[in-house]
């Protein structure tokens, strides 16, 4: 079972910005693809964005697309998530998964996407003036 730990939520107004981060626990993300994830209170998971192996394909969920940025940083491990212009229906718990066995950053990102163990903890994003 992968473990992975999210961190980087908050307060922050309409129009601003936060920057989530990914990392694994015990083991390094850099082989793995990796998605980010958000489920608001009463409400379905939602992916994202997802990233592949490599950082040679990205997937964007529709709601997000020219906002978030999806990245790896290689010195520290990490996949990141920059989140700009932030709205009030971006507030929810963000979760982050990596997965070793899916093909493409599809098959991860669209659709419903069950990982092998468990989701963690995530990290709330509250967006509110």
């Known amino acids: 079972q992968l473990t992975v730990v999210e961190s980087g939520g908050g307060l922050v107004q309409p129009g601003g910005s936060l920057r989530l981060s990914c990392i694994g626990s015990g083991f390094t993300l850099d082989y793995y693809t990796v998605g980010w994830f958000r489920q608001a209170p009463g409400k379905e998971r939602e992916a994202i964005s997802c990233i592949s192996k490599g950082d040679s394909n990205t997937y964007y969920g529709d709601s997000v697309k020219g906002r978030f940025t999806i990245s790896r940083d290689y010195a520290s491990h990490t996949v990141n998530l920059e989140m700009n212009s932030l709205k009030p229906e971006d507030t929810a718990v963000y979760y982050c998964?990596?997965?070793?066995?899916?093909?493409?950053?599809?098959?991860?990102?669209?659709?419903?996407?069950?990982?092998?163990?468990?989701w963690g903890q995530g990290t709330q994003v509250t967006v509110s003036s």
């Open positions: 998964a990596a997965d070793a066995v899916v093909p493409t950053v599809q098959a991860m990102c669209v659709g419903t996407y069950v990982p092998f163990g468990s």
